[in-house]
């Protein structure tokens, strides 16, 4: 998980999404969101929030991956791993609105 540079505490994914704590552990739950332990405490990349809110395409990702059997760990780890093809890593992507190609390679990520 070194390739993330900042992570979010519960809180202050709620702050950005204008949601309670509780609620943004309800979206990890759902797959809306995706995070694991660190320092103690549940947390979530601060790339997977923008100015709108979750970034767009992200959930659909995070299902794919989830019934491709990945844990969250190895989610975080597919969406930041450096990828020449897409280029740069499947997170840059969804970011700048290029979801298509990722949701393709998360739906073969399990074959």
């Known amino acids: 998980m070194s390739d993330i540079a ?7 994914v709620g702050d950005a999404l204008d949601v309670s ?16 332990r660190r ?3 549940l947390r979530v990349p601060a ?3 923008d100015e709108h809110g979750i970034v767009k395409g992200l959930p659909g ?21 450096a990828d020449d093809t897409l280029p740069g890593t499947p997170i840059q992507a969804l970011r700048e609105n ?7 390679r998360a739906q073969s990520a399990g074959f």
């Open 6 to 12: 900042t992570w979010l505490s519960l809180a202050e």
């Open 21 to 36: 704590p509780n609620r943004v552990r309800q979206l990890v739950r759902d797959g809306q969101l995706a995070g694991i």
């Open 39 to 41: 320092e103690g405490e």
């Open 47 to 49: 790339d997977f929030i």
């Open 61 to 81: 990702t995070i299902v794919l991956l989830r019934d491709a059997g990945y844990a969250d760990e190895e989610l975080l780890d597919w969406l930041f791993r």
């Open 98 to 104: 290029r979801g298509t190609e990722v949701k393709r």
